[in-house]
């Protein structure tokens, strides 16, 4: 069970945005500890897509977005396309014994 | 731009130990930190630890604290992850990513090394 939840799965169609949720706790999220998002296509390794809650690096477009709010953050991702399909996944620290470093559990989304 | 390059893939039986390694190239690799990532199959990503090179000094999640030793040589840019006492259920694929700086906390990842897997089987 990983200490930051997503949902499964999501989906859209070509041009669509959806958005991912990343629900955590008082001791990471709500904490204000920054969080972050990596893409992984398959097969290969995470790529970072969004750090700092909100920021894109360098070569990243700008369809991506994330926002925080309380104990959850989310990614957008809009004008949805075919090779966005891929396993997303968020990343915080948190304050407890269990872990520092967390994850969620991942999210496949899926392009209909 | 930093590169992670990493050590080739591994098959172990179970009771031993594995060692990867993870060469960066094109950066200050004394500086930043280094993290430890393993992805079992079909699962999702679970921090190990990492280490900062500047300051020889390493941690390590709970789950792993026993049998995981992670260490870095700043004479060859290269970090490593020992596992030991191998089970089964240690099959994956380990990544090294680096950090932002000399902190474990808060930080993102990036880049991350192509992944080595390491398959345990009697």
């Known amino acids: 069970q990983s200490v930051l939840t997503q949902p499964p799965s999501v989906s859209g169609a070509p041009g669509q945005r959806v958005t991912i949720s990343c629900t955590g706790s008082?001791?990471?999220?709500?904490?204000?500890?920054?969080v972050h998002w990596y893409q992984q296509l398959p097969g290969t390794a995470p790529k970072l897509l969004i750090y700092?809650?909100?920021s894109r690096p360098s070569g990243v477009s700008d369809r991506f977005s994330g926002s925080k709010s309380g104990t959850s953050a989310s990614l957008a991702i809009t004008g949805l396309q075919a090779e966005d399909e891929a396993e997303y996944y968020c990343?915080?620290?948190?304050?407890?014994?269990?872990?520092?470093?967390?994850f969620g559990g991942g999210t496949k989304l899926t392009v209909l | 731009q930093v590169q992670l390059v990493q050590s080739g893939a591994e098959v172990k039986k179970p009771g031993s130990s594995v060692k990867v390694s993870c060469k960066a190239s094109?950066?200050?690799?004394?500086?930043?930190?280094i993290g430890w990532v393993r992805q079992a199959p079909g699962q999702g990503l679970e921090w190990m630890g990492g280490v900062i090179p500047i300051f020889a000094t390493a941690n390590y999640a709970q789950n792993f604290q026993d049998r995981v030793t992670i260490t870095a040589d700043e004479s060859t840019s290269t970090a490593y992850m020992e596992l030991s006492s191998l089970r089964s259920e240690d099959t994956a694929v380990y990544y090294c990513?680096?950090?932002?700086?000399?902190?474990?906390?808060?930080?993102?990842?990036?880049?991350w090394g192509q992944g080595t897997l390491v398959t345990v089987s009697s």
């Open positions: 990513a680096q950090l932002p700086g000399a902190n474990l906390w808060g930080s993102w990842f990036d880049p």
């Open positions: 990343q915080s620290y948190d304050s407890s014994l269990s872990g520092y470093v967390v």
């Open positions: 094109g950066g200050t690799f004394r500086n930043y930190a």
């Open positions: 700092g809650d909100t």
């Open positions: 008082s001791s990471n999220i709500g904490a204000g500890y920054d």
